[in-house]
Nanobody
Framework: QIQLAESGGGSVQAGGSLTLSCTTS???????????MAWFRQAPGKEREWIAA????????TYGDNGQGRFTMSLDNAKKTVSLEVGDLKPEDTATYYC???????????????????WGPGTQVTVSS
C-alpha cells in the first residue's frame, strides 16, 4: 500500500512562488515498485492536467506543455519525496495540485491521470491578482 500526502499549498499574490511537497509512505517505494511519480492539477470545472513526472530510477524528469518554464520538479529518493517549485504564479494557476504514483508495468509517466494508481488528497493553491 502506498500513501501520498501533499503540502505547501496556500494563497499567494500573482508573481509569487510556492514549493509543493509530496511525501510517500509504505514499503512499495523502498522496494522500487513505484515506476513514476507525478504532479497534476485540477481547476474547478476543468479536467485534471499533467504537469510533470519523474522516473524513480534514473531520476529523469519530463514536463508537459503546462509544466514548461515556470515549474520545476525534483525527486529525492532517499527522503521518498517529490517537490514542485512554481514561479511567477498567475491567477490561472489556481487549482488543487495532486501528487500521484504509478506501479504499473509499462508506464511512461506522461500518459495522463489514468496511468497513475495512487493519489494524494491534493493541496489547494489560490493565486490572487
Amino acid at each position: 500500500q502506498i500513501q501520498l500526502a501533499e503540502s505547501g499549498g496556500g494563497s499567494v499574490q500573482a508573481g509569487g512562488s510556492l514549493t509543493l511537497s509530496c511525501t510517500t509512505s509504505g514499503a512499495a517505494y523502498t522496494k522500487k515498485l513505484i515506476k513514476y511519480m507525478a504532479w497534476f492539477r485540477q481547476a474547478p470545472g476543468k479536467e485534471r492536467e499533467w504537469i510533470a513526472a519523474a522516473r524513480t530510477t534514473g531520476n529523469t524528469i519530463t514536463y508537459g506543455d503546462n509544466g514548461q518554464g515556470r515549474f520545476t520538479m525534483s525527486l529525492d529518493n532517499a527522503k521518498k519525496t517529490v517537490s514542485l517549485e512554481v514561479g511567477d504564479l498567475k491567477p490561472e494557476d489556481t487549482a488543487t495540485y495532486y501528487c500521484a504514483a504509478t506501479t504499473r508495468g509499462g508506464a511512461t509517466g506522461s500518459a495522463g491521470p489514468d496511468e497513475y494508481n495512487y493519489w494524494g488528497p491534493g493541496t489547494q493553491v489560490t493565486v490572487s491578482s
